[in-house]
């Protein structure tokens, strides 16, 4: 079962760095995966992005980033990535392994 308070703790530090405003749930996502501590996987993202650690937190550096990257945001405009396709590209840009997007991968079509 594991720690059931590490998923807790892992989205109160997400939510503080603003969740998908910023890139909480991108560093939250690192932290599971990787089992990094905060401070690394804070790290981590910022080289994966192209960022300072401070602009994590930043709504609207983030919002460009990660429309720029097609990651995902709040409010999806019209060709931008939004739910499975977003997590594709997360998956590539942070170099990590996201079970869904893993599951979609090895289904084949029936024609």
């Known amino acids: 079962m594991g720690d059931p308070f590490a998923m807790a703790i892992t989205h109160a530090h ?8 910023g890139a909480g749930d991108l ?3 690192v932290q ?8 690394e996987a804070k790290a981590y ?11 994590l937190t930043d709504p609207v550096i983030m919002g460009e980033v ?3 990257l097609n990651l995902g945001i709040m409010s999806p405009l019209p060709g931008c990535a ?3 396709e977003a997590k594709f590209n997360i998956a590539q ?4 392994n996201i079970n869904c997007v893993n599951s979609f991968e090895g289904r084949t079509t029936i024609s």
Do not use: F, W
């Open 14 to 21: 997400a939510s503080g760095m603003g969740g998908m405003r």
């Open 27 to 29: 560093v939250a996502r």
């Open 32 to 39: 599971m995966v990787r089992g990094m501590r905060i401070e």
């Open 45 to 55: 993202v910022a080289e994966k992005l192209g960022v300072a650690i401070s602009d």
């Open 66 to 68: 990660r429309q720029d």
């Open 82 to 84: 939004k739910g499975i």
């Open 93 to 96: 840009v942070l170099g990590i």
